[in-house]
């Protein structure tokens, strides 16, 4: 072994720190400490003593000596030193006086000494890690210094290899005291970064070691280097982060070439390790620099931080050290390199998190290194790789994403959505792994939306968002195969997707109209900016607006390709490109364009035109060449267009490339002449290295001596032309490149190109969690969505994934709903009732009991409802479909009665009752189901009932238990679905969704023609007609929007049907009931309202007889109720109009002539609109034979009272104004219509109906006298009333039999007393008048004729009687006035000579009773004439 190294045993134990020591703790520990502290280290140095005497060289008591001849040698320094400290512990001074350093080193200096066995250093490690875990070791001053000292030492720890386990146990006391020192209090304070390098370094070459030794050691060196990067990286938050320290950069050795991690080193012959000590393997070099014990140090910060990562990134780099390429997974390359290293990098960036971005060089190794490595260990074979990268990639995300953007759409592109597809041979395996990572990401808030904003919507970048939504639809689908736990993770992470969308409405400001965007001007599409990307009022518009130029562009590319003429033209209507065409402008247009044909971008970039030719020149001049390599330069502007095939355009190609490179990169180069030469050489070496056809390859030197003098006539350098020559042999360049189908591979070149943007793209957007682009998100991803988890839904058998799909389901509901996507929540609806299976028409013996027993079915048909009820305003056609599905329900008797209830309040109806009978409640005939049942049942508790009632008659099985359990959860999730809730609410409806509502009742009813053959079909169009109506009702606010095809649809139904059925009665009685319902809240409407009530007058006269009755107490409820709400003439003349129809039917007159005494009593409800509409009912309820005589006469009493409303009317006229005339004109009209109306009842067969009307028509005529009417009213009364009543009555008289007419002489009394008293009366009006002469002419004559009327045969004694008292009494009063009086006038008196021959035939004795002494001189005046026959003939035959 050789002469033994002595150690410095210079030891100065008792001397003091000064008081002023920067490590001072500045109060010394409680003597009992320190006596403590003393025992402690006592009892270790007698520990290592004692196992040092256990060899044979300690063991004599004499260094090197075994007799006692050799007593006086001294003893070996490292047992002196021992035990001098042994002595001092316990000397007359305190513990306290002791440093650290003083009481430690000996136990280091045992350490660092290469003549100690393995359970020596072994105790002394032990010893060292007992004092260094103290707490008042760890408090005593000058405890720093020390703390550098273990360090220096334990790294540099030897010691002679006795046996393997003792090796071993040396190594993980060494590890352990290490990590003891670094999670000391006093660390961070008294280590530098050299110290903490070292210590790493030291770690991981026992980790190295450790690979040929016990699994102990490998796992507890694996578990210390975690801790100590934890440790170091855990300092990194509370590192300043101003300008670093100028340091020496602290270095650590990174794995030799030739050395793969974990190889077996020999061991020698001798039994030692290595160089014949115990050491940490020298094939892994140490930190150069060291640091002195008592030499002040920074404590550790960044650069320490930075060397450790860059050497763990180093790490990852043995892949290429050792010439082997992860994508060839070969097995023999040790994975277990990579994946260490990658556990440390993500220990260091968890515990580092955003402290990263403070720091410039930690940041560029994450930026570059680190995400080139984990880009090609991305695509290891090894699934554990794989999910350690993952993690890695998703913590950068969370902390440093903003200085990550584009090596995130790298990632993404060339790892997530290349590995979790099977097309691109990804096994299994590693699909699983990358779809779980990809929902990971997906699980987080912002990453979609921020994927969207930073890459869908930037035109240099691929759309990531769209592809990785489309990924997890496509994987969600199971394509002939039963569902996997593949297809529910993709499901999964799809519905965190739309999950999060969801939950972001609730952070939604208030919600406005996305503006369209719209370039109405052209503007360098490359070149927008945004003025703030932090600020959400800025960017949404930004991005929004990029992502519009993106599209057009994408388009733009799809006519470029099939035409480029056209395609530009279109990019110029756009505005995406100038009117007048510039070359910058359409070279952007071809680099920052994806799907672009490149055949088509290269023969245009290679053409000859001089426009052309710009446009080359303009697109070189879009990359950015600084310090590139020349091959690297070239592939990057080859990989955009293919190179075209002819020389003269490659020429052109290279020209332009050539100037753009010698431009930014000359390096060497003298000219650009130069890089054109060297760039054709270089395509000509790509061409002859990788096509096949070329069997004699270019060598090296051939290469060379191709490029001779090309320099500007001098020779490139042989390195330069070397690195060039095998840089094109390794990877090809591709002159071909792929036209964008699939993922393209991450090369070393386009890793530069890519480090170049990330220093100019645009900043990353920082999305919040306000849904400002889901609207857009998520009409590219609804379609794909639904879609995929309709197929999981229909494949899934356990619950659990079922309820997964319900809530995504749910998610789509509301995310379409708050973006009025109606479309999309059409198509929701539409999948939904597929699988309710309440659509499948194929006959099941017991539906109800299979529908209770399907679980997918129930949780379907639970969905689709509560989707109906939460969110029905955006549902448009999918009303249809929701319909079918409750018409099935219906059918099935599983709809609560209520469902067709229009939720009005009972007490909007009146309580009375029509002439004794219950008022009909809209359709209550007893061949109708009720309300919302179906036929054979009575609702859901009546069709569950059903099931447990046993028929006497038809003896049918009970029951089994199963079955009366899933009619159990049949009634449960009917009542969960709230179908009622839809029509009762549906007053809350937007007004397209409830007009789509509307609609689909309508069609589901069908044609009217069609579904009266069917009984089924019939219930159908009912059930539906019910539920049409209730809406109409419950939206009694917003009529207008219903009210068309509501009526065109009971229209429809009235005009078509020609026999009684449930539906016509069913499309009358809720016609009434919404008239009855809506008038008082729609005046503006009545007109229109009751219009529609004329439908009932067209219906065909089987079906109106079936339901006049019924009719006509609606007709009487609505009157009663709305009197007062109708105004106008045109809807009383439909009242009226259906009134009066009911006056000749025997069970509705009676009902029918209630309405019109309610309107008619009193005159409260008579008005100038409908006077003589009343008057005409009246006439024709007078003139009706059914029922009693009573109401006939009742009827004519109402009309000789309406004569009261005409003087209070008059009187009121008078105060009109203006219109007074024109008022006063329509009141003698309606007064004039009722003198007829009455003429017209006179002439009634039955006498005490005809005598009631004579005597209403006298009470009418002598109650005039407050009605303003004008002579002329009171000719027109005489001429077109009385006298031509009195001509009928005389004509019934004489040509009618007696048994039709009984009684006419009492009639023609009345009418002939009716005659005189209105006569008299009007004498003072009428006598001025021209026509008085006529006038009373005809008075005459109808008594004349009265006189001669024969009755039964002979002339009536009554009216002899009658007739001449009469004519007495008025020409009396008419002499009286002096009205009849013999006038001496030129041409004779007329007046007076007709009026006696008049009289005379009628009674002689009549003038000298009247004008006694005077008859002389009137026969005389009379004689002349002879018998005047012509002029009385000639009147008399004018008036009778």
């Not at 300690?58 to 002595?87: C, I, M």
């Not at 990804?426 to 994927?451: G, N």
Request: with cysteine.
């Amino acid at each position: 072994m050789g002469r033994p190294r002595l150690q410095n045993s210079t030891i100065n134990p008792i001397e003091e720190e000064s008081s002023d020591s920067p490590e001072s703790p500045g109060a010394s520990s409680p003597p009992a400490e320190h006596a403590a502290l003393a025992c402690v280290i006592n009892s270790e140095v007698s520990s290592v003593l004692a196992v040092m005497r256990r060899n044979v060289r300690w063991g004599s008591g004499r260094y090197g000596s075994s007799s006692a001849a050799d007593d006086h040698h001294l003893e070996h320094p490292l047992v002196q030193n021992l035990k001098f400290l042994r002595r001092r512990l316990f000397s007359s001074g305190p513990a306290s006086s002791l440093d650290p350093s003083g009481y430690l080193r000996p136990f280091l200096d045992v350490v660092r000494s290469d003549e100690t066995g393995a359970p020596i250093t072994s105790i002394a490690l032990s010893s060292v890690y007992k004092i260094l875990t103290m707490d008042a070791a760890l408090a005593a001053p000058g405890m720093g210094s020390a703390m550098q000292e273990v360090v220096d030492a334990v790294t540099s720890c030897r010691f002679e290899v006795t046996d393997a386990a003792s090796e071993e146990t040396v190594l993980m006391k060494i590890l352990q005291v290490l990590l003891a020192c670094m999670r000391s209090r006093a660390a961070s304070a008294a280590l530098g970064n050299e110290h903490v390098c070292t210590i790493v370094n030291t770690c991981f070459r026992v980790v190295h070691q450790a690979g040929t030794k016990g699994e102990l050691l490998q796992k507890f060196s694996r578990y210390t280097m975690h801790e100590l990067v934890r440790c170091v990286f855990l300092h990194l938050p509370n590192v300043g982060d101003g300008p670093e320290q100028p340091y020496i950069k602290p270095q650590i050795g990174g794995v030799d070439k030739d050395q793969a991690f974990g190889i077996k080193q020999e061991e020698n012959g001798n039994g030692s390790f290595g160089s014949g000590t115990g050491a940490i393997d020298d094939n892994v070099s140490n930190l150069e620099a060291s640091n002195g014990g008592g030499v002040l140090v920074e404590p550790y910060g960044i650069p320490c931080m930075v060397e450790i990562f860059h050497f763990l990134c180093s790490l990852l780099n043995v892949v290429e050290q050792i010439g082997m390429n992860p994508n060839t997974n070969a097995v023999a390359f040790d994975e277990d390199v990579p994946l260490f290293a990658l556990g440390l990098i993500n220990t260091a960036i968890e515990l580092g998190g955003a402290s990263i971005r403070k720091h410039p060089k930690l940041l560029a190794l994450i930026q570059d290194e680190l995400f080139r490595n984990l880009m090609q260990f991305g695509l290891s074979m090894n699934p554990l790789i794989l999910s350690v990268v993952c993690s890695i990639v998703l913590n950068l995300y969370h902390h440093l994403r903003t200085e990550l953007k584009l090596q995130l759409e790298a990632f993404f592109s060339c790892v997530i959505l290349r590995l979790a597809q099977t097309r691109y041979g990804a096994s299994y395996h590693q699909q699983e792994v990358a779809m779980e990572a990809l929902v990971d990401f997906c699980r987080q808030k912002t990453f979609m939306a921020e994927m969207y904003a930073n890459l869908d919507c930037d035109i240099t970048c691929s759309n990531i968002f769209e592809e990785l939504a489309n990924l997890l639809s496509k994987s969600a689908f199971p394509v002939n195969c039963p569902l996997s736990s593949m297809h529910v993770l993709a499901l999964d992470g799809l519905i965190a997707v739309i999950q999060g969308m969801a939950n972001r409405i609730g952070n939604a400001p208030q919600r406005s109209e996305q503006e369209a965007v719209e370039l109405e001007e052209y503007i360098p599409f490359w070149a927008v900016k945004c003025e703030n990307y932090s600020d959400p009022d800025h960017w949404v518009k930004f991005v929004r607006r990029r992502k519009y130029i993106k599209r057009r562009l994408m388009i733009g590319a799809d006519h470029f390709n099939r035409d480029p003429k056209k395609g530009l033209e279109f990019l110029q209507g756009t505005h995406l490109l100038p009117e007048k065409l510039d070359p910058q402008s359409v070279a952007c247009f071809f680099r920052y364009t994806a799907g672009l044909d490149k055949n088509l971008v290269g023969d245009f970039l290679g053409n000859h035109d001089e426009f052309c030719v710009q446009v080359l020149h303009e697109f070189a001049g879009t990359f950015d060449f600084q310090d590139m390599n020349l091959d690297t330069a070239l592939r990057l502007f080859l990989e955009t267009f293919r190179l075209p095939g002819e020389s003269q355009k490659i020429q052109r190609v290279l020209e332009a490339f050539s100037e753009r490179y010698y431009e930014q990169s000359p390096k060497i180069l003298a000219n650009k002449d130069a890089a054109l030469l060297l760039s054709y050489s270089l395509i000509m070496l790509n061409t002859d290295q990788h096509n096949v056809q070329v069997k004699k390859k270019m060598t090296e030197e051939d290469f060379i001596r191709n490029n001779r003098h090309i320099n500007g006539g001098n020779d490139l350098p042989r390195e330069f032309l070397s690195e060039l020559y095998h840089s094109i042999c390794r990877n090809e360049i591709r002159t071909i490149p792929d036209q964008g189908i699939g993922f393209f591979e991450m090369s070393p070149s386009r890793w530069i190109d890519l480090m170049r943007k990330s220093k100019s793209t645009s900043p990353y957007i920082v999305c919040d969690l306000r849904p400002f682009l889901d609207h857009d998100m998520f009409a590219i991803m609804s379609g794909p969505t639904i879609a995929a988890i309709a197929v999981v839904f229909d494949y899934a058998e356990h619950e659990e994934v079922l309820l997964t799909c319900v809530d995504g389901f749910l998610a789509v509901a509301k995310i379409s709903a708050f973006h009025h996507l109606e479309d999309v929540l059409d198509d929701l609806v539409v999948s939904l009732c597929k699988f309710t299976t309440l659509l499948n028409t194929s006959l099941v013996e017991e539906p109800v009991t299979a529908f209770g027993d399907d679980m997918k079915a129930r949780l379907a048909t639970e969905t689709l409802f509560n989707i109906a009820n939460r969110y029905g305003d955006f549902i448009r056609t999918g009303w249809r479909n929701i319909l079918d599905c409750i018409l099935r329900l219906h059918k099935l008797g599983l709809l609560p009665a209520r469902v067709a209830s229009d939720a009005a309040d009972d007490s909007e109806l009146p309580s009375e009752t029509v002439q004794g009978k219950p008022a009909p409640n809209s359709l209550s005939t007893s061949h109708i189901p009720a309300i919302g049942t179906p036929r054979r049942s009575s609702g859901l508790m009546g069709r569950f009932s059903q099931l447990l009632s046993l028929d006497t008659e038809e003896p049918r099985s009970q029951p089994t238990e199963q079955q009366l359990a899933a009619h159990q959860r049949t009634l449960q999730t009917i009542q969960k679905c709230h179908i009622d809730s839809i029509f009762t609410e549906s007053k809350f409806l937007q007004a397209d969704s409830l007009l789509q509502l509307a609609r689909a009742l309508i069609w589901a009813a069908g044609r009217p023609q069609k579904v009266t053959n069917s009984p089924d079909d019939e219930d159908t169009a009912v059930f539906c007609l019910e539920l049409l109506i209730a809406i109409t009702l419950n939206n009694r606010d917003r009529i207008v929007i219903l009210w068309q095809g509501v009526y065109e649809h009971i229209a429809n139904i009235v005009q078509s049907t020609v026999m009684p059925c449930a539906l016509v009665e069913k499309a009358v009685f809720g016609l009434l009931r919404i008239c009855q319902r809506l008038l008082p809240y729609k005046e503006n409407l009545a007109d229109e309202l009751l219009r529609s009530l004329q439908l009932v007058l067209k219906l065909d006269a089987r079906v109106a007889d079936a339901y006049c009755e019924n009719i006509t107490q609606e007709v009487t409820r609505l009157v009663k109720a709305n009197a007062t709400h109708i105004k106008s003439q045109m809807g009383w003349r439909t009242i009226m109009s259906l009134l009066s129809i009911t006056a000749r039917h025997p069970e509705a007159s009676e009902v029918g002539f209630e309405a019109l005494v309610f309107i008619m009593s009193d005159g409260v409800h008579l008005s100038p609109a409908n006077y003589v509409l009343c008057i005409e009912a009246s006439r024709q309820f007078a003139e009706s034979r059914v029922g009693l005589t009573d109401r006939s006469v009742r009827a004519m009493d109402f009309m000789a009272e309406s004569v009261n409303c005409l003087v209070r009317w008059s009187k009121e006229s008078k105060e009109a104004g203006e219109e007074a005339e024109k008022i006063s004109e329509g009141i003698r009209e309606m007064w004039l219509r009722l003198l007829q109306a009455l003429r017209k009842v006179c002439l009634d067969q039955r006498e005490e109906v005809r005598n009631q009307a004579l005597s209403s028509l006298q009470r009418c005529l002598v109650g005039s006298e407050g009605i303003s009417l004008m002579p002329t009213s009171w000719l027109q009364a005489f001429d077109h009333v009385i006298f031509a009543m009195l001509d009928d009555l005389l004509e019934i008289a004489q040509n009618h039999s007696q048994k039709d007419y009984r009684n006419m002489e009492g009639s023609l009394l009345l009418a002939m007393k009716l005659l005189a008293k209105i006569h008299l009366q009007l004498l003072p009006e009428l006598f001025g008048l021209s026509s008085f002469c006529k006038f009373w002419l005809g008075v005459l004559s109808r008594m004349e004729k009265y006189m001669k009327v024969k009755v039964r045969g002979k002339r009536s004694e009554k009216l002899q009687e009658l007739i001449p008292e009469l004519l007495k009494n008025t020409l009396l009063v008419m002499k009286a006035r002096g009205i009849l009086a013999k006038r001496s006038t030129i041409g004779g008196d007329s007046l007076w000579e007709l009026t006696w021959l008049h009289v005379n035939n009628i009674s002689t004795s009549l003038q000298s009773e009247v004008f006694q002494g005077q008859e002389s001189d009137l026969v005389s005046s009379i004689q002349p004439d002879g018998a005047g026959s012509g002029p009385l003939g000639e009147v008399s035959g004018d008036q009778s």
